[in-house]
């Protein structure tokens, strides 16, 4: 079973609702709302640190060629593609979105299947709030 931060889950709902302010296909949405409502809702004390949650920076590799990459998994409103901020509504932010180190994923572009194997998680914000958190007291 998938898990979500509550904080997620609220934040996306909302962006959901908005959908019409941002280009979002009506599949992604359909994807990501079916994700958000059957995954577990947590406190982010309770997240992994190799779970893709919103503001995670993520490297991966493309299974159907060699080539690495690293993105950062933002809100639509934030998207930069020259700044490698990828919006969740996006294919690949869709696909990736809760999904943890090691895992192998598809998903479609303009027609053409893509396949890649996330490598690491080095920035998962919620984890790192909440760590930093828990020193402080």
């Known amino acids: 079973m998938m898990i979500i931060p509550i904080d997620d889950f609220v934040k996306i709902t909302q962006l959901t609702i908005n959908k019409s302010k941002f280009s979002a296909s009506p599949g992604n949405i ?5 994700k958000i409502s059957s995954a577990q809702k947590v406190t ?3 997240i992994p640190s190799d779970i ?3 503001n995670s920076i993520i490297d991966f590799k493309c299974e159907n060629s060699d080539l690495n990459f690293s993105i950062k998994l933002v809100c639509p409103e934030d998207e930069n593609i020259k700044e490698k901020r990828i919006s969740i509504f996006s294919s690949l932010g869709t696909a990736i979105y809760l999904h943890r180190v090691g895992d192998i994923i598809k998903y479609l572009t303009w027609k053409k299947e893509n396949i890649i194997r996330i490598l690491k ?3 998962n914000s919620e984890s790192s709030n909440s760590f930093l958190q828990e020193n402080k007291q």
């Open 52 to 54: 893709i949650i919103m």
């Open 30 to 34: 359909r994807i990501l709302k079916r």
């Open 44 to 46: 982010t004390v309770k």
């Open 121 to 123: 998680v080095s920035f």
